[in-house]
Each structure stands twice: as C-alpha cells, then as structure tokens.
C-alpha cells in the first residue's frame, strides 16, 4: 500500500474531557466523538472568512485535526485562546507527526476516511513514515477531480467564505448546533442565498496556480494548484454566462461543475 505524504500539513491533537465540546463550538463541522469517517470543518473569523479548514477525526481518545502549514501557528493560538479554562490538552505534533493520503487505511497507524471520498487521511509518527512516498500529487489529482478547494494550494487565509468552498454542500457545516465563530455569517448567507463564488474545475491549463480565470474580459475568480493540467478554481458564477469564453492566460480552457454542486453557471446570488 503506497501511502504519500502530505507534507504542506500540521497536526494538533484535542484531548480531555472537553475536548469534544471545545472543538465543536468553535468550528463549523459535525465533530465527530468516536472512531469513523472524518468531518470537514473550517475555523472562521467573526466576518465569516475561512482561518484555517480540515479533517477532524477521533482516535485514542482524542481528535486529530490537520491544517495548512501557512495557518498552523494562527490556529494553535486561537484554539488556545479559545479554550479559556477548559480542561482540555492541545497538543502541538508538527515535530513528532506526519498526515499522509492513501487509498485504504494503513494498519497500526492513525486512519480516517476523508467524507469527501479523498480516500483516507493517515496520521503516524516522524518514524513510521520513512517508507511514504513524498509526492503528493496523487492526493491533489483526487481532491480536483471532486472539486474541492483546499487552503493553501488553492486560495490563502481570510479569503473565502466557507460557502465559496461548497462546504453547506459537502457537510463541513452543521446548521443544526449551536453558536460556533462567524455562524451569523454563515446562517445569513444560507438563508438570504448570497453566496456568488462556488467551486469549478478548470481543465486544459497550461498556467501557474494564482492566474486569473477570465470569463471574456472580466475576471471570475483564480486557479489553485495544477494537477496535469486541472485546477479547482472558486469563481463567481454570475461572471459565466457562457462557459465557451473562458480563458487563463489568454488560452481557452474547459470549465466544469462538480458532480456535487447544486448551482449552475450563470447564477446570480441575491444581494445582501
């Protein structure tokens, strides 16, 4: 089993008795409280914007959750922050720990199903990982073809909204629980449908990730990582009417919808 590292990740591990209840209030996802499939979720800012997102998983009697390297240190201090007088250990692994993806899970090593079918992520000490291969390409190919967005490879920090990633879709939000960080924002965009960007699969590029994607002579959005010659791109939908006169970098490219999505080219979004 060839199990590829995933080398632009950081590991923090959520333990104690409030563990649970921290993790779950502050972030948007359904938090799962006993081994299984892994959970989608994103920490938000008051204004709604996406801080850090990622899988949340319950191992060993605690919750094993993965970011962007770019946001780490931002994460573990708010998760701190937030955590007041809990009784809760946050432990930081990025020294001791590796996340890696695989098509099966990995025997005596911490292993959680991606809920959005991206195979399974694999948590295990620095040790264990000298066999993984270090090209995580085979990740990324899988996660494009889905059409999802992930932070870092496809957009920074304080850019989106975590409907812009198609997470009201996916269920990486729980509109059923409690008051969670940039929930008002959340709440109102589902309700008032405002959301104007959704993720896209770019096809045919021949560009670097950050190009912009230009629908005729406006732009829509930029593309993420490329992956032979795909990108998830979070665009705004009302810019493509027609999807015929999409370019990037001045060369026609194909745009497609997610099998997943609900929403159509051309839609436009209600206003605030």
């Known amino acids: 089993m060839t199990i590829h590292l995933r080398a632009d990740r950081a590991v923090f591990r959520f333990s104690g008795v409030d563990a649970h209840k921290l993790v779950n209030d502050v972030?948007?996802?359904?938090?799962?409280?006993?081994?299984?499939?892994?959970?989608?979720?994103?920490?938000?800012?008051?204004q709604g914007k996406v801080l850090a997102e990622g899988l949340a998983g319950w191992a060993d009697d605690a919750l094993w959750l993965d970011v962007h390297q770019s946001v780490a240190d931002d994460f573990f201090k708010r998760m701190k922050m937030y955590r007041l007088r809990a009784q809760v250990v946050i432990d930081d692994l990025?020294?001791?720990?590796?996340?890696g993806f695989s098509d099966a899970p990995a025997p005596e090593l911490i292993s959680h199903k991606d809920g959005n079918a991206l195979?399974?992520?694999?948590?295990?000490?620095?040790?264990?990982?000298?066999?993984?291969?270090?090209?995580?390409?085979?990740?990324?190919?899988?996660?494009i073809t889905r059409g999802?967005?992930?932070?870092?490879?496809?957009?920074?920090?304080?850019?989106?909204?975590?409907?812009?990633?198609?997470?009201?879709?996916?269920?990486?939000?729980?509109?059923?629980?409690?008051?969670?960080?940039?929930?008002e924002v959340v709440s109102r965009m589902k309700h008032r449908g405002t959301a104007r960007r959704r993720p896209v699969i770019v096809s045919g590029i021949e560009a670097a990730a950050g190009m912009p994607v230009m629908a005729g002579a406006r732009e829509a959005g930029s593309i993420g990582v490329v992956v032979d010659g795909k990108a998830v791109a979070i665009l705004?939908?009302?810019?493509?009417?027609?999807?015929?006169?999409?370019?990037?970098?001045?060369?026609?490219?194909?745009?497609?919808?997610?099998?997943?999505?609900?929403?159509?080219?051309?839609?436009?979004?209600?206003?605030?």
């Open 27 to 46: 972030v948007t996802g359904h938090i799962p409280q006993e081994p299984g499939v892994a959970a989608w979720w994103a920490l938000l800012s008051a």
């Open 148 to 183: 999802i967005p992930q932070l870092g490879p496809d957009f920074p920090g304080m850019d989106a909204f975590a409907h812009d990633l198609g997470m009201d879709i996916l269920d990486g939000i729980d509109f059923v629980k409690g008051c969670y960080v940039g929930q």
């Open 94 to 99: 990025r020294e001791s720990h590796r996340v």
């Open 236 to 272: 705004r939908l009302d810019r493509i009417a027609d999807p015929a006169t999409v370019t990037v970098d001045g060369k026609p490219v194909t745009v497609s919808l997610p099998a997943w999505a609900t929403y159509q080219f051309g839609e436009t979004a209600s206003e605030e």
């Open 119 to 143: 195979g399974w992520r694999i948590i295990a000490p620095v040790e264990a990982t000298a066999g993984w291969t270090a090209d995580d390409r085979a990740y990324h190919a899988t996660r």
